[in-house]
């Protein structure tokens, strides 16, 4: 049994409710309601009919991290809702997550550990049990181990859950015991992270609610209103307040749909778009330049390095108009507070490390950095970054062998790595043939005979089907975690609302299990989960001011904590100063060098998509967030699935009706890695040229049988390793004409 909770949420006082503690103080308004059940353990109230809330987190990915309460009676979840009180939450989860329960009690959940019977892929498995698993685990390692060393045994994650626990410290410990290859985990913002670092020092943005004073929001390849809901509400007050939204992105958005300004870009070509503006501030005189003297490194040069994106190459190479360049520079430069808001899809082009650059750069230029709402809104996860040491005790390891790039998955598992080869995989937290780039290529590496692979996973997704051992995992509910979020400024604790379902196993609950199976007697790979909370709380907050008074305890009473900013400015690089070896921002940056990548920001253009621009027939594909799904978390639940609708691409009608496509149309989409089928949405809402994709849904439920990431390359980009989804030229035919288009594929670049 399984309901939405309605929205917005209802009281959480409402119905007979029993362990409600009275509000806690001093919380930014979050109401201690009752205390969870400890991990491992049966819930504390209740026999059959008695009810008890129990505070949460929203684990997806997602910069929200919603505050949410679980309506538990007896052993079962029957609502699961939005606090109220929580500041950012506000009392409404976003339409992906307020039907969670039809996750966590899906039909379709793996509640015991499987064994493969039939081919790699046929979803063919037999029941074995927990016992049975971690031997076979076990002694093929030992196996592996002996033969080849743990280099071959890579471990293979990334968003499911954010925890500390369940993610963080499980992507660590028992691997880095083990001394298995360690994950590059650049598929989502590697290149960002890196910019950020060398530049600016660290991910520091304003407490979002700030934004409400902002007078021009510049929302750059991003959409809030599907990936970052909670601050759209702060968006509508700022313009309530008389300040601006401008978007620029090359999809007309939600998000864009209720902005001032929409500005459609050709995709790939924003740093060419940044240093326009900063061409005609510098030229305009409209730059600050005493704050340019004190606080940045570079300025000139980097001012040199615009002088040739005047307004007319600009506008030929973006596609924005000269004139459109021209006012939305100055108004950037002019308005007071202005803040630039991106956050990570952007940069999943080749060219996205100097885009993300040119970004940092611009609000430099104006001395927009530093004051109070203004400068930059990127993510909030660097104003407390969790004790490397306590997480991963990588000191009291042998070091990590070898590094493979998340990215190059299907290349690593087919031949790119050796010495030794890669002879097990363990994925958990991450679907890769439905999220990963270039899923052709990943199906040929986990195609293999001579792999072991084991998916630690809720349901049979794409991946686990191709799984020798499969073990089930624990929703959010039946776990407890601690949580940071990217996009507010509390930590939010998880307590374990409902028994585990079926023999599902936390993360680091089979952490625990293999570490002992394996003879690893190391405490931190056996400390409960709240230890290990305790350890990594206490090491952090040994050099971060922002956690002063932050216990364990109570966080467990007050779910919702926020950081204490008595020590340390709420504005992030107030006076404009930033936490970079010199203090400054550098807008050149020799430290570039080392990445292999010009210590400017620049304007490359994108080969793949440029070379086939202009030829007959190809269109950039771009593939950003589906509104209904997190990745391809949630795509497999039919309320969402319904409301998401078929597997689809959006095209402008200038290019559906040259193909002779019409809407709802099947449709052929192609290139030289692969080739998937989906249903036509033709749109003025792309320019001809483009098509979009959303991510997220799952190969098994299109009609093709593969998802769009058949299309996506897994070229690596210029800064981070980071992933290139966006940069993706494809053909697009009718279903029933398809045998018309194969001649003109040599053209794709691989
Ligand atoms: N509903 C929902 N929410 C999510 C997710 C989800 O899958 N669904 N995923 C989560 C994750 S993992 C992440 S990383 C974040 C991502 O959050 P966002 O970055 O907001 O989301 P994306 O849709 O990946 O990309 C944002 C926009 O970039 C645009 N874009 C692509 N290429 C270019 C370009 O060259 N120039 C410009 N100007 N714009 C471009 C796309 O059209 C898209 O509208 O969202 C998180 N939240
Ligand atoms: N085409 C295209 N593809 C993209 C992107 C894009 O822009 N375009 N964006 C990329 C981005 S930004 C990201 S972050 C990645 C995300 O890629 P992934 O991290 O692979 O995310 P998901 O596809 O949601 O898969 C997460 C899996 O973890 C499982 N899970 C959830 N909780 C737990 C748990 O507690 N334990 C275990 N063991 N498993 C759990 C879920 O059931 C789910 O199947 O996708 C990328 N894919
Ligand atoms: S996905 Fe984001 S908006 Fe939705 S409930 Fe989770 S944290 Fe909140
Ligand atoms: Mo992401």
């Not at 925890?163 to 001394?179: D, S, Y």
């Not at 930590?491 to 599902?504: D, F, K, R, S, V």
């Not at 994709?693 to 800064?719: C, E, H, M, R, Y």
């Amino acid at each position: 049994m399984t309901m939405n909770a309605p929205s917005p949420s209802p009281s959480p006082n409402r119905g007979r409710v029993e362990h409600v503690d009275s509000p806690a103080p001093g919380i930014g308004g979050c109401s201690s309601l009752t205390e969870g059940g400890r991990e491992g353990e049966s819930p504390r109230s209740g026999g059959e009919g008695a009810t008890r809330l129990v505070m949460g987190a929203c684990p997806h990915d997602c910069p929200d991290t919603c505050a949410v309460l679980t309506e538990v009676q007896g052993d079962r979840a029957v609502r699961f809702f939005a606090n109220p009180d929580h500041p950012i939450t506000n009392g409404w989860l976003c339409a992906k997550v307020r039907p969670y329960l039809d996750r966590v009690y899906h039909p379709d959940r793996v509640l015991y550990p499987l064994r493969r019977t039939g081919p790699k892929g046929s979803g063919q498995f037999e029941r074995i049990s927990w016992d049975e698993a971690r031997d076979e685990i076990a002694g093929r390692w030992q196996a592996i181990i002996a033969e080849h060393t743990a280099a071959a045994i890579l471990p293979y994650s990334y968003s499911g859950t954010l925890g500390l626990v369940q993610t963080i410290v499980c992507n660590e410990r028992l691997w880095n015991r083990m001394g298995a290859s360690g994950l590059l985990r650049s598929i989502c913002d590697a290149a960002a992270s890196t910019a950020i670092a060398e530049m600016i020092g660290a991910k520091h943005s304003p407490d979002p609610r700030d934004l409400v004073d902002s007078k021009l929001i510049l929302v750059w390849g991003h959409n809030p209103a599907s990936t970052n809901p909670h601050i759209m509400p702060i968006l509508r007050q700022a313009q309530r307040n008389g300040g601006r939204v401008i978007v620029i992105d090359p999809r007309r958005t939600l998000t864009a749909r209720s902005a001032d300004l929409f500005i459609q870009i050709r995709p790939g070509t924003d740093a060419a778009l940044a240093l326009g503006m900063m061409h005609v501030i510098f030229d305009e005189g409209l730059h600050d330049e005493p704050w340019l003297e004190a606080h940045s490194i570079g300025w000139r040069e980097l001012r040199d390095r615009a002088a040739k994106y005047d307004p007319v190459t600009v506008a030929a190479i973006t596609g924005v108009p000269a004139q459109q360049i021209v006012e939305l520079a100055r108004d950037y430069a002019t308005t007071k507070p202005s803040i630039l808001k991106f956050a990570d899809g952007i940069q999943r082009h080749i060219n996205g490390g100097q885009t993300v650059r040119a970004l940092l750069a611009l609000p430099a230029i104006t001395g927009h950095y530093g004051t109070h709402a203004g400068g930059l809104y990127y993510s909030q996860s660097g104003w407390v970054v969790f004790d490397e040491e306590a997480v991963g005790h990588a000191s009291d390891c042998s070091p990590v062998p070898r590094i493979v790039n998340m990215n190059r998955l299907g290349a690593a598992l087919t031949g790119e790595v050796s010495d030794p080869p890669i002879k097990s995989l363990y994925v958990f937290c991450a679907n890769p043939v439905t999220s990963s780039p270039n899923a052709p290529k990943t199906i040929e590496g986990l195609l293999r005979d001579d792999l072991f692979t084991v998916v630690h996973e809720l349901f049979l997704t794409d991946t686990a089907r191709y799984a020798d051992i499969v073990l089930p995992a624990t929703t959010q509910l039946e776990q407890v975690d601690l949580h940071r979020p990217y996009g507010h400024l509390h930590l939010q604790y998880n307590h374990q609302a409902i028994p585990p379902q079926g023999e599902a196993k936390s993360n680091w609950d089979v952490t625990r299990l293999l570490a002992e199976r394996l003879g690893y007697d190391d405490p931190w790979l056996h400390q409960t989960t709240e230890e290990v909370i305790e350890e990594v709380l206490d090491a952090t907050r040994a050099t971060s001011p922002l956690l002063k008074d932050i216990t364990l305890d109570r966080l467990q009473r007050e779910g919702t904590v926020a950081y204490d900013f008595s020590e340390v400015s709420p504005i992030p690089f107030a006076g404009g100063v930033f936490p970079t070896p010199t203090g400054k921002i550098a807008l050149r940056c020799d430290a570039m060098r080392a990445h292999g990548v010009d210590p400017l920001p620049d304007y490359a253009p994108e080969a793949e998509v440029e070379s086939a621009r202009g030829r007959d027939g190809w269109l950039t594909l771009l593939s950003g967030a589906a509104h209904h799904f997190t990745s391809s978390s949630m795509a497999n639940v039919p309320v969402l699935r319904r409301k998401e609708g078929q597997p689809h691409i959006e095209l402008n009608p200038a290019d559906a009706s040259a193909r002779g496509i019409a809407d709802g149309d099947l449709v052929r989409v192609e290139n030289l890695r692969g080739h998937c089928l989906l249903y036509a949405k033709v749109t003025t809402d792309v320019a001809p040229g483009v098509a979009v994709a959303p991510k997220g849904q799952w190969g098994q439920f299109s009609p093709g049988g593969i998802n769009v990431n058949a299309l996506t390359s897994d070229a690596v980009a210029d800064l981070g390793g980071q992933s290139t989804f966006h940069t993706n030229a494809v053909l697009v035919s009718p279903v029933a004409r398809e045998a018309e288009q194969p001649a003109s594929l040599a053209v794709a670049s691989d």
